[in-house]
């Protein structure tokens, strides 16, 4: 692994230390903090009614305005604390939409420039209809979204409502982006997610709020890519195979580029790569949007066609350069009587790389969730998330992701949410924030470190 991704989590933490700022012990809750923890407690149950009224309106991706109607639910809550909010159309891209929310701090002289925090969600989701509607039973809830993620804005949502009930959101500016895309991105990216880019642009940090966990953060999401191998090769009846006049035909060609792809590649840090879907044979047709095809051919004859569409994951983008130029460079040495190309996809997520900043933010989060009564928190290992809306910008600037509600089932139609898990998220997301606004330019110089 790059000296540049093989970070120590105690040094991370250590650099954060130096520069903490000198308020309440990290272990204890100031008064203001207390005030922030009982107003979550006192509206847990008012956030549950908001997460079955956002869950019972059917948002997936492709269902525009069942995703726009969603989102002006929560642009109603946001409005009630002062943002203003606006409906950004991606009709360019065929999507529904996303909204931003902005409400700048009060500035008050003689004070530090105020913390500018960004937090995202995503309003659609991957299932929808009748069987998903909100369903509670108990301490748990059901529906499309309760996790993934309605659960998560709803704990965005709460988080600032908490923050103004102690005049805390006064002191941070706060800008709010809920996608309407991210379980199918619009393409290009560079239209569907310039919105989210030029936010991250005019931000310190940023949280997101996809499911989270008892005891981790994500301070590391791999990047995500595809690639197309497309090999041709010399029609010719199969007794002349690896001849000199048949050569070794396309599939052949293509079993040696996956498999040198493997032993050239294989072991490397966080680096996947996968061949998901293969056609071969006579004729050949291959959708890359759709991922279907058809195949024919005969067993008599040397097969001149062969297509692999597959999946490369990555937790830098010079991992990612460096494994496509392996790639490339597997791709160009072909067998006798054959020729091969592999085409990368322009548009990806880049990954979220593991940075000392990102560390030093969840070092923050670790001291908020033990001063709650809650588990200690540590950064996630990178190979357990996949790509992300937080992707996107985590290049540009620090940040959290997993701050959401704890839930199963996700991308199914048994998606669920523990409903204990809402306070707690909620009550861990406001206080840091808190913590974070208390002393703006401490936190950023804590987000420099290298």
Do not use: C
Not at 68 to 91: D, K, N, P, Y
Not at 232 to 252: K, L
Not at 310 to 338: C, K, P
Not at 417 to 434: C, E, G, H, I, N
């Amino acid at each position: 692994m790059p000296n540049s991704i093989r970070y120590s989590v105690v040094g991370a933490l250590a650099a954060l230390l130096v520069g903490a700022p000198v308020t309440a012990p990290a272990q204890t809750l100031a008064r203001a903090e207390q005030r922030i923890r009982d107003h979550v407690t006192a509206s847990t149950e008012a956030g549950i009614a908001l997460l079955e009224r956002s869950v019972n309106i059917g948002s997936g991706t492709m269902n525009h305005a069942g995703v726009e109607a969603v989102g002006m639910l929560f642009a109603g809550e946001l409005q009630q604390l002062g943002f203003r909010t606006s409906w950004l159309s991606q009709a360019a891209v065929n999507r529904a939409g996303h909204l931003l929310a902005e409400r700048p701090a009060r500035r008050r002289r003689g004070r530090a420039a105020p913390l500018r925090v960004l937090l995202i969600g995503h309003l659609d989701t991957v299932f929808e209809g009748e069987g998903q509607q909100f369903v509670r039973t108990d301490s748990t809830a059901s529906g499309a979204g309760t996790s993934d993620m309605k659960g998560g804005i709803v704990v965005l949502v709460q988080a600032l409502k908490a923050l103004a009930s102690v005049g805390a959101l006064d002191d941070m500016h706060v800008i709010v982006l809920l996608t309407g895309d991210e379980e199918n991105a619009g393409e290009p990216h560079s239209i569907s997610r310039d919105d989210m880019v030029r936010a991250a642009r005019r931000s310190d940090l940023v949280l997101s709020f996809e499911g989270g966990s008892d005891s981790t953060a994500v301070v590391a999401r791999r990047g995500s890519s595809d690639w197309v191998l497309n090999v041709t090769a010399r029609q010719y009846h199969s007794s002349g195979m690896f001849g000199e006049r048949a050569g070794y035909g396309a599939i052949y060609e293509a079993a040696r580029i996956l498999t040198e792809f493997r032993t050239a590649l294989e072991g490397q840090p966080f680096l996947t790569f996968s061949p998901g879907v293969m056609v071969s044979g006579e004729k050949v047709s291959y959708d890359t949007t759709m991922m279907t095809g058809t195949a024919s051919g005969k067993t008599n004859i040397v097969p001149p066609t062969a297509v692999v569409h597959g999946d490369l994951r990555f937790i830098t983008s010079g991992q990612l350069d460096s494994a496509r130029a392996v790639m490339r460079e597997v791709v160009s040495r072909n067998l006798r009587g054959t020729s091969a190309e592999i085409l990368f996809g322009e548009s990806y997520y880049p990954a979220m790389a593991p940075t000392p900043a990102n560390y030093a933010l969840v070092a923050v989060y670790d001291t908020v969730s033990r001063a709650l009564g809650y588990a200690p928190v540590a950064g996630n290992d990178p190979s357990r998330r996949g790509a992300g809306d937080i992707s996107f910008v985590a290049p540009l600037i620090p940040g959290l992701d997993g701050l959401g509600v704890f839930g199963r089932g996700s991308h199914s139609p048994d998606e669920s949410v523990d409903l204990t898990s809402l306070p707690k998220q909620t009550a861990r997301a406001a206080l840091l924030m808190y913590r974070l606004s208390l002393d703006p330019n401490r936190t950023r110089r804590r987000l420099t470190v290298n």
